[in-house]
């Protein structure tokens, strides 16, 4: 079992940004792929960033290129996604899981979830 807590949501306008950190427990850290995603109110949750376990290897859904980066810290157990330029659209609940196959951008590649942090960017 790996237990994942996210952090650092909140309240923030547009143009500003956020920096989520996710807080990875239980079992052996490392050897997971890690990605993020979101859910919108009534909308289906959606992949936004994944990182290999090395951090060597970064993925991107194409509306967050170039304003979102992924990165983490294997000695602290902890994900990261700096979130820059925000936008009304980008209100969500963001939520870190483990990758343990298959496409970092399929939901279904996933087998941990951490219980997720709102954020909310304000027009």
């Known amino acids: 079992q790996v237990q994942l807590v996210e952090s650092g949501g909140g309240l923030v306008q547009a143009g500003g940004s956020l920096s989520l950190s996710c807080l990875a427990s239980g079992r052996t850290f490392s050897p997971y792929g890690m990605g993020w995603f979101r859910q919108a109110p009534g909308k289906e949750r959606e992949f936004e960033a994944g990182?290999?376990?090395?951090?060597?290897?970064?993925y991107y859904v194409d509306s967050v290129k170039g304003r979102f980066t992924i990165s983490r810290d294997n000695a602290k157990n902890t994900v990261y996604l700096q979130m820059n330029s925000l936008k009304p659209e980008d209100t969500a609940v963001y939520y870190c899981?483990?990758?343990?196959?298959?496409?970092?951008?399929?939901?279904?590649?996933?087998?941990?979830w951490g219980q997720g942090t709102q954020v909310t960017v304000s027009s």
């Open positions: 899981a483990t990758q343990s196959r298959g496409r970092y951008d399929d939901g279904g590649s996933y087998e941990y």
């Open positions: 990182i290999s376990w090395s951090g060597l290897s970064t």
